[in-house]
């Protein structure tokens, strides 16, 4: 009398209809696995989101990945510098694709409060950035609004029409 019957019961006659291209993006936007890139304060916050209290593992995107070979998600988190920005367009390079990008917090997605000549204006230069994260430090529900964003953005791609990722 457990669910194992009832399921048995229900798949008996059941057919689910839906197209390829509906069911991979359903499959993507359920495993984001972020490749993490915490410059400065906002790391602190990004890490802050994976604790109980805000728990990013109901997304699928529990696992932060070390290398960008397995991951599909770049969170750059806080002041990108210009000595910075060469590993960062090569761990985006050496991701695989399809791939998404996050600027968390203001110093990621414009310079912030640094308006100077070592510091790069924004990831955008750099590489494409995908969903900008406001504030500074962004609280970790800001993140996961964020990671919405980006699971609503791969659920209604096209598969044949997927952008060039040229900045």
């Known amino acids: 009398m457990g669910i194992e019957n009832k ?11 839906t197209s390829l291209e509906k069911l991979i993006n ?8 972020p490749c993490t890139f915490g410059l400065a304060c906002c790391a602190l916050e990004m890490i802050a989101t994976s604790l109980s209290d805000f728990d990013i593992s109901r ?5 932060f990945r070390p290398s960008p070979r397995q991951s599909d998600l770049l969170i750059v988190a806080g002041t990108l510098t210009k000595k910075m920005s060469v590993m960062v367009k090569r ?13 968390m917090g203001s110093c990621a997605s414009c310079g912030g ?4 000549y070592a510091v790069v204006q924004g ?24 990671l919405m964003k980006i699971q609503e953005k791969i659920r ?3 598969l044949d029409q997927r952008p060039d990722h040229t900045p």
């Open 156 to 158: 209604t791609e096209k």
């Open 59 to 63: 997304f699928g995107s529990e696992v």
């Open 91 to 103: 761990i985006y390079d050496q991701m695989a694709d399809p791939k998404w990008v996050i600027a």
């Open 123 to 146: 990831v955008d230069q750099i590489i494409p950035v995908d969903v900008y994260i406001p504030g500074c430090p962004p609280r970790p529900e800001t993140l996961l609004a964020g």
């Open 113 to 116: 409060v640094f308006q100077s």
């Open 26 to 33: 359903w499959g993507r936007s359920n495993s984001v696995w």
């Open 7 to 17: 399921l048995t019961k229900f798949a008996e006659g059941s057919v689910l209809v």
